[in-house]
């Protein structure tokens, strides 16, 4: 069964830092870039960091020396449990958002429901 769950959202004050968890069910995770992606109130949800399979990553420039993403291949099966990691850092008042992780490139997996991060002081 393909599944998303994210994890590790919070209020954060400006400077701080939070790391995210992914736990991605399913053998096509085992395979595939993977990415996490977030959703500020009123604007379009985005790309802000992917990783392949053999751990090369690519960020946008707006989290690009502050985030790092990170995962666990599981062992290939139907049942593989793949996880991804987000470790934020310097974290800024527009890092806040809803945080998702999904497929990089290729066709999407149903969305799990985020987990939301505010950076407030």
């Known amino acids: 069964q393909v599944q998303l769950v994210e994890s590790g959202g919070g209020l954060v004050q400006p400077g701080g830092s939070l790391r995210l968890s992914c736990a991605a069910s399913?053998?096509?995770?085992?395979?595939?870039?993977m990415g996490w992606y977030r959703q500020a109130p009123g604007k379009e949800r985005e790309l802000v960091a992917d990783?392949?399979?053999?751990?090369?990553?690519?960020?946008?420039?707006?989290?690009k020396g502050r985030f790092t993403i990170s995962r666990d291949n599981a062992i290939s099966g139907d049942n593989a449990k793949n996880t991804v990691y987000l470790q934020m850092n310097s974290l800024k008042p527009e890092d806040t958002a809803v945080y998702y992780c999904?497929?990089?490139?290729?066709?999407?997996?149903?969305w799990g429901r985020g987990t939301q991060v505010t950076v407030s002081s």
């Open positions: 999904n497929v990089a490139l290729g066709n999407l997996a149903p």
């Open positions: 399913g053998s096509i995770f085992s395979i595939s870039d």
């Open positions: 990783i392949t399979r053999d751990g090369l990553t690519n960020y946008a420039d707006s989290v």
